[in-house]
């Protein structure tokens, strides 16, 4: 029997979508509004997810303090308030889109939790627009 447990989180961030090997004209083609030199921010939702087995001893899947740390430790300590482009290394070379920020997460978050357990992050950019990876 397996249990899904979720906590949500949250950070504000700035980005710029644009590829330095492309001319202004297919950066703007591509990526419109968030092609602006100047950045724009969002306010990020995350929802982090671990699914697994009810541990018998502590009716837990997973502790949702040890949970809550990892996600204060490894997105909102790294991430909020921060200008994604410029001051987080994940993007130095990565366009911080949706999608490439949720793989960041994941790829952050999984290390620190038991192997048994599957994760899923969902990242919410506008209350509208979101995506979510869970490892393939
Ligand atoms: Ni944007």
Do not use: Q
Not at 12 to 17: C, F, G, Q, V
Not at 92 to 98: E, G, Q, Y
Not at 113 to 133: A, C, Q
């Amino acid at each position: 029997m397996k249990v899904k447990v979720s906590r949500k989180a949250h950070f504000n961030a700035a980005h710029r979508l644009y590829r330095k090997d492309w001319s202004d004209e297919k950066n703007t083609a591509v990526f419109g509004k968030c092609n602006n030199p100047s950045f724009h921010g969002h306010n990020y939702e995350l929802i982090v997810s671990v699914t697994g087995e009810i541990d018998k001893d502590t009716g837990f899947v997973i502790d949702m303090k040890v949970l809550k740390d990892i996600i204060r430790d490894e997105v909102e300590e790294a991430f909020d308030h921060k200008n994604l482009n410029m001051e987080v290394p994940e993007f130095s070379d990565l366009n911080p889109t949706a999608e490439n920020i949720a793989v960041v997460i994941y790829n952050k978050i999984k290390p620190k939790i038991d192997s048994k357990l599957e994760l899923e992050v969902m990242l919410f950019e506008t209350p509208r627009n979101f995506v979510s990876y869970s490892g393939s």
